[in-house]
């Protein structure tokens, strides 16, 4: 299945929005309105920090196992997904890049490495839905850090 990515401008610096990003429990703030019921384990930050989060999301219910591979700060957060037991394994990688006018590009890809039957006949219908969940995503983070990373002087 080909990935999908969305992207939003914001106004803080890529240090800034990584330092953000980088801590897991932040991620419940911006992804709760699909994403519920975290649990925690491992580090609070950095890769082996881990989440097991209920997706509810095309009229489904699922546990995803979500856990940081790579970190490569201040540019990029790898995240591996596993659900749908075993059968759907994912990566959502945010990747965070400089604005030649100040502020951040911040991009999310979600990258399906294996997937159910399900979702490869029904591709262009679970593409869109999460393509839609993550704008959604995308505008609940820079909601976020609009309230708690204050814009830095350049």
Not at 28 to 36: A, G, I, P, S
Request: aromatic share 6%; net charge positive.
């Amino acid at each position: 299945m080909k990935s999908v990515t969305v992207s939003i401008d914001v106004p803080q610096r890529p240090e800034q929005v990584y330092d953000f990003l980088d801590v897991m429990a932040h991620h419940e703030r911006f992804t709760n309105h699909y994403l519920t019921d975290w649990r925690y384990s491992g580090p609070g930050r950095g890769i082996g920090a881990c989440a097991t989060v209920t997706a509810a999301l095309g009229g489904t219910r699922a546990d995803i196992a979500i856990e940081v591979v790579k970190a490569e700060p201040p540019r990029r957060i790898v995240e591996r997904n596993v659900s749908a037991a075993g059968r759907r394994l994912a990566h959502g990688t945010y990747t965070i890049e400089p604005l030649p006018t100040g502020g951040s590009r911040v991009a999310f890809t979600y990258t399906w490495i294996r997937a159910p039957v399900a979702d490869r006949l029904l591709a262009a219908v679970v593409r869109a839905t999460m393509r839609r969940a993550n704008r959604t995503v995308m505008r609940r983070l820079a909601a976020e850090l609009a309230r708690h990373v204050p814009v830095a002087e350049p």
